[in-house]
């Protein structure tokens, strides 16, 4: 909210008060056209739901798999948010504010698992501790057999270890913005520092707290990849099951989907809730000067970190090359070679998909920086919908309407490309905002002053001023495409094999060895998506 | 004896009042505080007795607020005793948290806490009462800092006069033995500053409460203070009530930092004193004995001790080099024929062009501190 802030100030000393005068129809037009199609697959969704006898919807929706399945979700975001807030907010406070040996590199560690695909972490859990996993390679000689790794505790395990940082990160958020000498004073009035976390710093934290936990349950309940792997029933897995089916299965996926976006709103609207009720502190906003002293209790502090790291980080990625290095001749056999050609596919449609979305961001990025009819707001709000959709949601859209309504685009690269746009349009969309609002409006008032028009000025001045926005977007939609795993595995072309359609079909057929190189490839990927979002935050590691 | 070799006398311990035979609440004996490399403060000692304010005056840097946080506890010192109340707080490797000390603190920033009422900020520190006893000190409190009806107001929508009123109530309420003040008006703007000044000392005179406060201000610390502590490089250089500190400075810092200080060297004869300005009988310079015949010493010379007065070339002191005009007054830098650059006031309707030659009259009513030349 507060990135409009300055747009507004500088609309206020700016030439020309008027501000219409800018934004010309056509960019108007051309908005409100990208935001209706990125909304189209909600309308093919409920239009498609319309199909369906409601008697067979009622039956189906309450029938004792649909509830078994909402049951199932419900539980898997409540394990996995809780989870994540024992888990991130002691390593918020602990890098925050104690005096931790060696905090800063803490700091990055614990943050690092967000650059990790949580199906990637799953892929490597199951294939160390899974039934023909590594574990039991080495145990069954012995006769041990593994406990399973499937079902809710490994989803929620594996979920949770890579999930936990968005509350850490919020947390710390909140944590840094914290008056230190509010703490000082608590204890002048005779609190010591478990009381004065109690009474001062957490009713100040929470909403930060809150925030992340609501980020934690979005991304659960719209997360395919996970639940799939470790095989527990939740919504994508089910829709995505169903969808591969005919008759009643694609019924019955329609109707949960349009249950889980209904859970999905629910989320949303907390989360709104919770955005615009902090409680800003007026104070300078201290330094990141650890207030606390742990004494000699510092170095057994630092195990927490420490194992989770290792089992966020440390054991994946071990795990992936080792199979890598033990990929010889007898992990080579079958029918699933990898090809230099499925990375080459991955790069050639991620790179397509960034260029549309950055061509479409900008219209809507422009018009919602430029001006503050609520028409603006609108179609800027619209093209948010790739955030709250779920991946298998909007492939089942899109399926949907590629088999109805136009044949010659289904199971093309359009339709994929399309859904890619759908999906990280968001991304673009707000890094090229806070690009349009960062161009100071004299720069225009000057441009038309010195004779250039409202189109020149925009090639001119605008657009140069912009293009590292717009490019930061692009390096973000492009990174992100490259380890989308839901709309690619429902959308791809026949024999159009991607990095990771090659890792979802070996992983299937558990062929772990095949995976480990591209899987190791998508986690270096997805660590270079970090750094656009890094730069965004701001540094203050 | 008061002036002669004045920066040496700054080590010693400073005086403490025998007259009344008052009880001293607080005492910091041989205090030292080093960060790392930094030595932030070194080797303060200091007796504040009950019901007096003392303020720390000195520039940025020179340990004051450090010396703060060391009393209140929220920095352990590395070296010397720290004794609250008669009980000792911090020496011999043992720190009391803050927690454990009767110490209230008024915080720079004042430091309320957002998301509670201004009645629950004030009743934060009140833990061992019961509701209604909590209540009833709350209101008695709001009262003494003029808040009564602003019990359920959050601390965001009150003015900066009114959020310091509450801070005050708040490190009050818990009636500390000692309260101490981090420039606590800094955070105002100049005009609410002077009037805070005083409602400031009303209230700590009426909870007649020991109060230690930290300011760069000057005219704070001489308009608010029962005695002022001068510091500077991690030291007390002279402590002492207000008026005697600012006329007769006992380092050429303490003359410099308490107002506009020149120096006019003087040299001694038997019955009177030779400067630049001319001869003075050697009574004007307060206490100065036989010891120093013959030796040249620097007078304390504060713009309103001098008076520039045009005149021709020939019989002139000196030029003016520089004038500053305050709105009632201008203030004239004079250069003298050896150099030395004085400052002279004068009303406002008495305007010299710089460069105008003048004589300079030593005008003072009283005898000027001096210090032996470097």
Same mark, same amino acid.
């Given at each position: 909210?507060?990135?409009?802030?300055?747009?507004?100030?500088?609309?206020a000393v /700016?030439?020309?008060?008027?501000?219409?005068?800018?934004?010309?129809?056509?960019v108007?037009?051309?908005?409100?056209?990208?935001?209706?199609?990125?909304?189209?697959?909600?309308?093919?969704?409920?239009?498609?739901?319309?199909?369906?006898d409601?008697?067979?919807a009622?039956?189906?929706?309450?029938?004792?798999?649909?509830?078994e399945?909402?049951?199932?979700?419900?539980?898997?975001?409540g394990?996995v948010?809780?989870a994540?807030?024992?888990?991130?907010?002691p390593?918020?406070?602990?890098?925050?504010?104690?005096?931790?040996?060696?905090?800063?590199?803490?700091?990055?560690?614990?943050?690092?698992?967000?650059?990790?695909?949580?199906y990637?972490?799953?892929?490597?859990?199951?294939?160390?501790?899974?039934?023909?996993?590594?574990?039991?390679?080495?145990?069954?000689?012995?006769?041990?057999?593994?406990?399973?790794?499937? /079902?809710?505790?490994?989803?929620?395990?594996?979920?949770?270890?890579?999930?936990?940082?968005?509350?850490?990160?919020?947390?710390?958020?909140?944590?840094?913005?914290?008056?230190?000498?509010?703490?000082?004073?608590?204890?002048?009035?005779?609190?010591?520092?478990?009381?004065?976390?109690?009474?001062?710093?957490?009713?100040q934290?929470?909403?930060?707290?809150?925030?992340?936990a609501?980020?934690?349950?979005?991304?659960?309940?719209?997360?395919?990849?996970?639940?799939?792997?470790?095989?527990?029933?939740?919504?994508?897995?089910?829709?995505?099951?169903?969808?591969?089916?005919?008759?009643?299965?694609?019924?019955?996926?329609?109707?949960?989907s349009?249950?889980?976006?209904?859970?999905?709103?629910?989320?949303?609207?907390?989360?709104?809730?919770?955005?615009?009720?902090?409680?800003?502190?007026?104070g300078?906003?201290?330094?990141a000067?650890?207030?606390?002293?742990?004494?000699?209790?510092?170095?057994?502090?630092?195990?927490?970190?420490?194992?989770?790291?290792?089992?966020?980080?440390?054991?994946?990625?071990?795990?992936?090359?080792?199979?890598?290095?033990?990929?010889?001749?007898?992990?080579?056999?079958?029918?699933?070679?990898?090809?230099?050609?499925f990375?080459?596919n991955?790069?050639?449609?991620?790179?397509?998909?960034?260029?549309?979305?950055?061509?479409l961001?900008?219209?809507?990025?422009?018009?919602?920086?430029?001006?503050?009819?609520?028409?603006?707001?609108?179609?800027?709000?619209?093209?948010?919908?790739?955030?709250?959709?779920?991946?298998?949601?909007?492939?089942?859209?899109?399926?949907?309407?590629?088999?109805?309504?136009?044949?010659?685009?289904?199971?093309?690269?359009?339709?994929?490309?399309?859904?890619?746009?759908?999906?990280?349009?968001?991304?673009?969309?707000?890094?090229?905002?806070?690009?349009?609002?960062?161009?100071?409006?004299?720069?225009?008032?000057?441009?038309?002053?010195?004779?250039?028009?409202r189109?020149?000025?925009?090639?001119?001045v605008?657009?140069?001023?912009?293009?590292?926005?717009?490019?930061? /977007?692009?390096?973000?939609?492009?990174?992100?495409?490259?380890?989308?795993?839901?709309?690619?595995?429902?959308?791809?072309?026949?024999?159009?094999?991607?990095?990771?359609?090659?890792?979802?079909?070996?992983?299937?057929?558990g062929?772990?060895?095949?995976?480990?190189?591209?899987?190791?490839v998508?986690?270096?990927?997805?660590?270079?998506?970090?750094?656009?979002?890094?730069?965004?935050?701001?540094?203050?590691? | 004896?008061?002036?002669a070799?004045?920066?040496?006398?700054?080590?010693?311990?400073?005086?403490?009042?025998?007259?009344?035979?008052?009880e001293?609440?607080?005492?910091?004996?041989?205090v030292?505080?080093?960060?790392?490399?930094?030595?932030?403060?070194?080797?303060?000692?200091?007796?504040?007795?009950?019901?007096?304010?003392?303020?720390?005056?000195?520039?940025?840097?020179?340990?004051?607020?450090?010396?703060?946080?060391l009393?209140?506890?929220?920095?352990?010192?590395?070296?010397?005793?720290?004794?609250?109340?008669?009980?000792?707080?911090?020496?011999?490797?043992?720190?009391?948290?803050?927690?454990?000390?009767?110490?209230?603190?008024?915080?720079?920033?004042?430091?309320?806490?957002?998301?509670?009422?201004?009645?629950?900020?004030?009743a934060?520190?009140?833990?061992?009462?019961?509701?209604?006893?909590?209540d009833?000190?709350?209101?008695?409190?709001?009262?003494?800092?003029?808040l009564?009806?602003?019990?359920?107001?959050?601390?965001?929508?009150?003015?900066?006069?009114?959020?310091?009123?509450v801070?005050?109530?708040?490190?009050?309420?818990?009636?500390?033995?000692?309260?101490?003040?981090?420039?606590?008006?800094?955070?105002?703007?100049?005009?609410?500053?002077v009037?805070?000044?005083?409602?400031?000392?009303?209230?700590?005179?009426?909870?007649?409460?020991?109060?230690?406060?930290?300011?760069?201000?000057?005219?704070?610390?001489?308009?608010?203070?029962?005695?002022?502590?001068?510091?500077?490089?991690?030291?007390?250089?002279?402590?002492?009530?207000?008026?005697?500190?600012?006329?007769?400075p006992?380092s050429?810092?303490?003359?410099?930092?308490?107002?506009q200080?020149?120096?006019?060297?003087?040299?001694?004869?038997?019955?009177?004193v030779e400067?630049?300005?001319?001869?003075?009988?050697?009574?004007?310079?307060?206490?100065?004995?036989?010891?120093?015949?013959?030796?040249t010493?620097?007078?304390?010379?504060?713009?309103?001790?001098?008076?520039?007065?045009?005149?021709a070339?020939?019989?002139?002191?000196?030029?003016?080099?520089?004038?500053?005009?305050?709105?009632?007054?201008?203030?004239?830098?004079?250069?003298?024929a050896? /150099?030395?650059?004085?400052s002279?006031?004068?009303?406002?309707?008495?305007?010299?062009?710089?460069?105008?030659?003048?004589?300079?009259?030593l005008?003072?009513?009283h005898?000027?501190?001096?210090?032996?030349?470097?």
């Open positions: 909210m507060s990135a409009e802030e300055p747009g507004r100030v500088r609309a /700016g030439l020309g008060g008027d501000d219409g005068d800018e934004v010309g129809p056509g108007a037009a051309l908005a409100g056209a990208v935001a209706a199609a990125v909304l189209s697959p909600l309308a093919w969704l409920l239009l498609r739901a319309t199909e369906i409601p008697a067979a009622l039956s189906l929706v309450t029938s004792p798999t649909a509830t399945v909402l049951a199932n979700s419900l539980l898997l975001v394990v948010t809780s994540s807030v024992l888990l991130g907010v390593l918020a406070v602990l890098t925050v504010q104690t005096d931790l040996p060696f905090r800063r590199l803490w700091t990055v560690l614990v943050a690092l698992p967000l650059v990790v695909p949580s990637i972490g799953a892929f490597a859990y199951v294939s160390a501790f899974g039934p023909n996993g590594e574990l039991a390679d080495l145990l069954g000689p012995f006769g041990v057999s593994v406990p399973t790794v499937y /079902g809710l505790p490994g989803t929620a395990l594996v979920l949770t270890l890579f999930v936990y940082p968005y509350v850490f990160l919020t947390t710390r958020a909140s944590l840094l913005s914290f008056d230190d000498s509010q703490l000082e004073a608590a204890r002048t009035l005779n609190d010591g520092y478990l009381a004065a976390f109690r009474r001062v710093i957490l009713p934290i929470t909403s930060g707290v809150t925030a992340g609501l980020l934690v349950a979005l991304y659960v309940l719209s997360d395919f990849g996970t639940p799939a792997i470790m095989r527990f029933d939740v919504f994508t897995r089910v829709i995505y099951v169903e969808l591969n089916s005919f008759g009643v299965g694609r019924a019955n996926a329609t109707l949960l349009l249950e889980l976006l209904a859970v999905t709103a629910v989320v949303l609207a907390l989360e709104s809730r919770v955005g615009g009720d902090e409680t800003a502190g007026y300078t906003p201290a330094s000067t650890p207030v606390v002293s742990l004494g000699r209790y510092r170095w057994v502090a630092a195990a927490l970190p420490a194992l989770v790291t290792l089992f966020t980080l440390a054991l994946p990625v071990g795990v992936l090359a080792m199979w890598l290095v033990r990929s010889g001749p007898g992990y080579a056999g079958g029918g699933l070679a990898f090809r230099p050609a990375a080459a991955s790069v050639y449609v991620a790179a397509v998909a960034a260029g549309a979305t950055v061509v961001a900008l219209p809507v990025a422009y018009y919602a920086g430029r001006s503050d009819s609520w028409f603006a707001r609108a179609t800027e709000r619209a093209t948010y919908l790739g955030y709250a959709m779920p991946g298998v949601v909007l492939g089942l859209a899109l399926v949907f309407f590629g088999i109805r309504y136009a044949p010659a685009l289904y199971q093309t690269l359009p339709l994929l490309v399309f859904a890619y746009v759908v999906r990280f349009l968001p991304q673009a969309v707000g890094s090229t905002r806070s690009s349009v609002l960062g161009v100071d409006r004299q720069l225009l008032g000057a441009a038309r002053v010195l004779g250039a028009s189109r020149r000025t925009f090639r001119r605008t657009l140069p001023l912009v293009a590292p926005g717009l490019l930061a /977007g692009a390096a973000l939609v492009f990174l992100t495409t490259m380890k989308e795993l839901d709309t690619t595995l429902i959308l791809h072309p026949t024999g159009f094999t991607t990095l990771v359609t090659y890792i979802w079909r070996v992983q299937e057929a062929y772990y060895g095949r995976a480990a190189l591209p899987a190791l998508l986690v270096v990927v997805s660590g270079l998506s970090m750094i656009p979002l890094l730069r965004q935050g701001g540094d203050d590691a | 004896m008061r002036n070799g004045s920066e040496e006398a700054t080590r010693s311990p400073p005086r403490t009042d025998d007259d009344t035979g008052a001293t609440v607080l005492e910091l004996s041989g030292r505080k080093a960060y790392r490399s930094e030595t932030a403060v070194s080797g303060v000692d200091l007796a504040v007795e009950r019901g007096e304010l003392l303020t720390l005056l000195g520039p940025s840097g020179c340990g004051k607020t450090t010396t703060l946080r009393i209140a506890g929220l920095d352990a010192p590395t070296e010397g005793t720290v004794t609250v109340g008669g009980e000792t707080v911090a020496g011999d490797g043992a720190v009391t948290p803050p927690e454990e000390r009767d110490v209230g603190m008024v915080f720079q920033e004042f430091a309320l806490f957002p998301h509670l009422t201004v009645a629950e900020n004030v934060f520190g009140l833990d061992d009462l019961d509701d209604a006893a909590t009833a000190r709350v209101d008695e409190l709001l009262d003494l800092v003029g009564a009806a602003y019990g359920d107001r959050a601390p965001g929508d009150l003015s900066g006069g009114q959020r310091q009123r801070a005050l109530a708040r490190s009050l309420a818990p009636e500390p033995d000692v309260l101490l003040l981090d420039e606590p008006f800094s955070n105002l703007d100049v005009r609410l500053r009037e805070m000044r005083e409602e400031v000392k009303r209230i700590l005179d009426e909870a007649g409460v020991t109060a230690v406060s930290v300011t760069h201000d000057q005219e704070e610390a001489l308009s608010i203070s029962d005695r002022v502590a001068v510091m500077h490089d991690g030291r007390i250089e002279q402590v002492g009530a207000p008026g005697d500190v600012f006329e007769h006992e050429r810092f303490v003359a410099s930092f308490l107002g200080a020149d120096f006019l060297p003087a040299r001694v004869g038997e019955s009177a400067t630049p300005l001319g001869s003075y009988a050697r009574a004007r310079l307060k206490g100065v004995t036989d010891d120093y015949r013959g030796a010493v620097d007078a304390l010379v504060r713009p309103d001790d001098l008076r520039a007065t045009p005149t070339d020939a019989d002139a002191d000196g030029r003016v080099v520089g004038r500053r005009y305050a709105g009632p007054s201008f203030v004239y830098r004079v250069e003298l050896d /150099g030395t650059v004085v002279c006031l004068h009303n406002h309707t008495e305007e010299f062009a710089v460069g105008t030659p003048v004589t300079v009259e005008v003072a009513d005898p000027l501190a001096w210090y032996p030349d470097r």
